[in-house]
């Protein structure tokens, strides 16, 4: 007997069955909780998503008299909330100036809660909007024209009243909505022809709301006139399209009468680099040694091309002529120094010391050596900024200007009787051969009348 009791005591199987069955209802309970509330989250995600939806319906129907707001968001909240649930959702809707607050409560049924006790969870939602808008002004333009028949004039009546129920919100405030009616065919009148004024192609109700009083119709006209009450006609002294000058005649091809180059060019015999007298910051220059004598005077402008080994940065540039103004025996008629365009000081010393080849130098009309023009008398009173229009230019047609296109002048060589077209680079065009047309200064940049 003793043995048996023994035995009993210290056999294990089966422990795990009996651990099992204490264990088994907590973790049911647990798993519900975590399943039933998983649903319960979800729901009110879906219960929120559906007063944000109601509250919009709301916002866009709040001036819209006769209309029943709560019933409006319980439709919207109905259609957007499927989750399973006993009874009707409560809502609470207020309504203050431009926010409306939607609150939203509703309980659901439970799957493993009914254990503890719990057969429903009640959740809660809150959602809330402002009303945007703005003012708004439409205009109707009502055909009556003869094509309008019978049927198609109902349909364009109860259309345009239609919109104007729309658009016109009782309320005017905090944004207002107007609405412009113009029925049109010869001419432009709210009321029919023939008729009174109470018969009008829209609601008089609406016209009067947004005209602020009556329909006016047509009124008389007492006077008419084309100018002011009280002037008079003012004489014409002068009317034309250029000034007193008139027309000039452009110089032959033979005379360069269109051209950017003055002159011929000049071969260059070499470059080098010189020290002119005894101040650091201005003895070190370039002297230029023409084949030919040049003709050049001190400040003129000139364009070097051509120019090889360490003096290549000389090319398609322009400078100024410059001369030894404290040694001027030194200065001949074949040499002559660069100088800055602006004036300023000598051009610098290149670092090599490569000697150029064969190289040119071009006198040039001004300092961007624009196209110029010569005339064969002097052009009285032109100056820099004023418009002139070029015509019948032979050799170069791109000069020509149309009646109402002009040049705007650049500078004046009164001296040689040639005038620069401003921002027409010459060298662009490579070498020119043209001339003879006529040449005119207007009045502004169009040659108009005036």
Known sequence: MFRSNKRFFSNSRGAFAMQFAL???????CTGLAVDGGRAFLARFELASALDAAALAVGSTLQQQGTDLNAVAAKFVEKNFRTEHSEPIALTLVSANDTIVLKGSVKINTYFMPLVGQPTVTINAE?????GGSNIEVAMALDITGSMTTSRMNGLKAAANILIDEVVNPVQRPFFSKVAVVPWSQSINLVKPGTTAADTYV?????????GGAIIGPRSISAASWRVSGASNIAIYEAGWRTTVGSLTIASKANS???WRWGSSVSVSSFAKVDVGTTASTKARIRVTTSTNHGYANGQFVRITGATGSYTGLNDNVYRVGYNTSSPESNTSKTFYLRKLDDSGWVAQPSGSTASGTAAVQRCYDSACNVGVTTTSAFTGLAAGNYVNVMGVSGFNAINNTDITTWQVAEVMSSTNTFTIANWDGPSQGAMSAGAGTV???LDATCRYT
């Open 23 to 29: 264990m088994a209802m907590p973790l049911t309970v």
């Open 127 to 131: 959602s809330e909007v402002r009303r």
């Open 203 to 211: 609601n008089n109700t609406a016209l009067d709301q947004l005209r």
């Open 257 to 259: 009468g269109v051209d």
């Open 440 to 442: 005119s200064e207007c």
